[in-house]
């Protein structure tokens, strides 16, 4: 017989709400992409349309820059279309804490994890790579562990044995050379 | 390509026990790589590619094709046994596995679910053989303006199809990986584009670690972002299905296969969606509807096929368009690439021998997996007690092996980072990140062609729109953008109208 126990969900397994959140979130994707195609587009134009070497329809920019556009008019679409439903429904519909969102999101633990990544990326070349992957599983496992201190140890220890011997076969097989 | 090339490419394999013992190898680590939770077929195999770049090619392409059968297949230990699918394409799977496993049928649903796969995997196979000469010679009629229409089609059709509630943002996935690739030096004329005196960018991003990045990190820090215990208590018995059961399904697995296939050959879309339709077809089509999603046989099978006869079908445009029908077959494409087979219509018709080679692998993979996934069940679901904790920062630092690997540049593990954080932005505002990534990898297809179909007319873009085949992809990619718009149901409705009214 088989048996699954699932715990209540703590954090970060919300589902996304709908209704005046989801259009929010298309205000701020459509903004965030408009910016980069509004930065591309800027770039590619700084390419000259004519020159020497080429004609227009072989400029460098050319095909950056038609991408540049059509990113931006479909942003544009999903920004005003997103605006709207947020204009149309911030009356209706009850303010959602923000605060409490990010916390039913995970934000907490994503945002260390992320700072925890960053360290180790940034310790790359500077220290050997098994030394700071070891302390990379190390500190995963201990700081996001379930339970007592011990418990999650010695999964992590045993995980960054696993991956050190791992690693080195892939050294050794394939002859890489790690930073 | 004839049987004949296929026939020699099984003996080749069956005389190089090395390259077979890497299908072996492959396969169990894709079996491994599917089951667990979080990890796609497509990390699995951006993993691969990176770490077999020093192996001979046909060496490389065994394990790569090994894993990405395994963990097709290997997806649905975790959906039945803790009703977490081990891929995306797998949810489907969870729906009758898990209440299967419930009613203490685990052993049969795993033997089931893996025949099922297997069938489906093998009939999608047999596709690949009979479609790639027919589509190989087709494609040997495309000029440069097919191939660029042909590009942004697959860009725009996998938009539609990965975000069908809300196309727009599948297609601007689809033009910010277009545009992405654009970063580094131009083709034709050698400029630095957007590097901004940074020599790193001037190589622009590889695809490697854009692909590690885009679906291994997001699962990486989602995991530890979400907070989930599971405790699990397993006893597998008999696990072999028996014949008869399997036969008696012989209908379902042949339209899931079909579906499966057709499916695969659309650029862009993935095994999921091949799952969930044969899921659905089968529902309606069945005499018990309403066992659905409380533990029926024929919704199981009929998720595992589809799901698997895709991967046949995934590889069919990869292979003669050089256009990948999902985000593994794309990574299929670069490993291809990498290697120096560069997949087309050339391909097909200069090396048919490659193309056999490639099915007679993919056929072994498959009696590999199946047998493989049959053995060592009980210790493979202890795998599943790994604290995902600790698994995924293990998992984080194969993606940077990955992704470091390829070149030995650090510049290329701190891509692969940042593309992991546009990935999960993206997973969070709702874009889907298959077109995105199809977008980067069509991205050189697409410009290539444009500018040098307009070369060889002076500028003239009517070849474009003119000739026949070029006229047809043009139709469609209207088509496939107006479909899913307000227009082209106005459009639809407005002819519906005038029929009717004739």
């Not at chain 1, 500077?126 to 070891?134: E, H, K, Q, T």
């Not at chain 2, 509807?289 to 998720?303: M, R």
Request: charged share 15%; with cysteine.
């Amino acid at each position: 017989m088989l048996s699954t126990e699932k715990t209540q969900p703590e954090e970060g397994l919300a589902p996304p709400p709908e209704t005046e959140r989801s259009h929010g979130r298309d205000f701020i994707g459509a903004i965030l992409l408009l910016t980069v195609s509004v930065f591309f587009a800027v770039a590619a134009l700084q390419i000259p349309f004519q020159n020497p070497e080429w004609k227009w329809y072989t400029s460098p920019g050319i095909f950056a820059l038609s991408m540049a556009i059509c990113l931006g008019g479909c942003s544009l679409a999903v920004g005003y279309r997103g605006l709207r439903g947020w204009l149309r429904r911030r009356h209706t519909s009850r303010p959602a804490s923000w605060r409490e969102g990010l916390r039913v999101w995970g934000m907490g633990r994503f945002l260390a994890s992320v700072a925890i990544v960053v360290v180790y990326l940034l310790l790359l070349g500077r220290v050997p790579f098994m030394l700071a992957s070891v302390g990379l599983i190390l500190v995963f496992g201990t700081a996001f562990r379930e339970g007592r201190f011990l418990d999650g140890l010695r999964p992590a220890v045993i995980a960054a044995v696993i991956v050190v011997g791992f690693s080195y076969t892939i050294m050794k097989i394939f002859g890489i050379v790690f930073p | 390509m004839d049987i004949l090339s296929i026939l020699r490419g099984l003996g080749g394999l069956f005389l190089d026990p090395v390259t077979l013992i890497y299908v072996f190898i492959g396969s169990q680590a894709g079996i491994l790589f599917g089951m667990m939770p979080g990890l796609t077929t497509t990390t699995a195999l951006s993993l691969l590619t990176g770490l077999t770049f020093s192996l001979a090619p046909e060496k490389a392409i065994a394990v790569i094709l090994g894993a990405y059968v395994g963990s097709v297949t290997g997806g649905s230990r975790s959906a039945i046994l803790i009703n977490i699918p081990g891929t995306p394409a797998q949810a489907a799977v969870c729906l009758d596995g898990y209440p299967l496993a419930l009613q203490g049928k685990a052993a049969q649903a795993i033997g089931l679910s893996v025949t099922a796969s297997t069938l489906g995997t093998l009939i999608g196979f047999i596709s690949l053989a009979l479609f790639t000469p027919i589509l190989g010679a087709l494609a040997l009629r495309f000029g440069t303006w097919e191939f660029f229409w042909l590009a942004v089609f697959g860009v725009v059709i996998a938009g539609s199809l990965c975000a069908p509630k809300d196309p727009v943002k599948g297609w601007i996935a689809g033009f910010l990986g277009l545009l992405l690739n654009t970063v580094g030096d131009d083709g034709i004329h050698g400029v630095p584009r957007f590097t901004f005196g940074y020599n790193q960018f001037s190589g622009g991003f590889s695809l490697i670690p854009v692909l590690i990045g885009a679906y291994g990190v997001p699962e990486v820090l989602n995991a530890v972002r979400k907070r989930e215990r599971m405790i699990i208590q397993t006893m597998v018995d008999r696990v072999i299905p028996r014949f008869r059961e399997v036969l008696q399904h012989r209908w379902i697995i042949l339209r899931s296969s079909f579906i499966g296939i057709i499916i695969g050959i659309v650029p862009g879309v993935g095994s999921d969606t091949a799952a969930w339709l044969s899921y659905f077809t089968a529902k309606r089509g069945s005499k018990h509807p309403e066992q659905f999603g409380k533990g029926s046989v024929e919704g199981l099978i009929a998720a595992e096929t589809g799901d698997n006869a895709c991967i046949g079908g995934d590889i069919i445009p990869t292979l003669t368009l050089a256009i990948p029908g999902s985000a593994p077959a794309a990574v299929l494409l670069a490993a291809m690439t990498i290697h120096n087979l560069r997949p087309g219509p050339m391909l097909v018709a200069e090396q048919p021998q490659v193309v056999g080679q490639i099915i007679a692998i993919s056929m072994v993979s498959t009696v590999a997996v199946f047998v493989l996934s049959l053995l060592w069940v009980r210790q493979m679901v202890r795998l599943l007690l790994i604290p995902r904790d600790v698994l995924m920062p293990a998992v984080f630092i194969i993606c940077v092996t990955g992704a470091y690997a390829l070149s030995g540049r650090l510049f290329d593990i701190y891509i692969m980072f940042a593309f992991g954080l546009v990935g999960i932005l993206m997973q969070e505002l709702d874009y889907p990140v298959g077109p995105f990534v199809l977008g980067f990898i069509l991205g050189p297809m697409a410009e290539d062609n444009l500018r040098r179909g307009l070369v060889i007319t002076a500028g003239d873009p009517s070849p474009f729109f003119t000739r026949p085949i070029a006229l047809v992809l043009f139709a469609l990619l209207v088509l496939s953008i107006l479909g899913p718009t307000g227009v082209g149901r106005r459009i639809q409705s407005r002819v519906v109208a005038l029929w009717s009214n004739k």
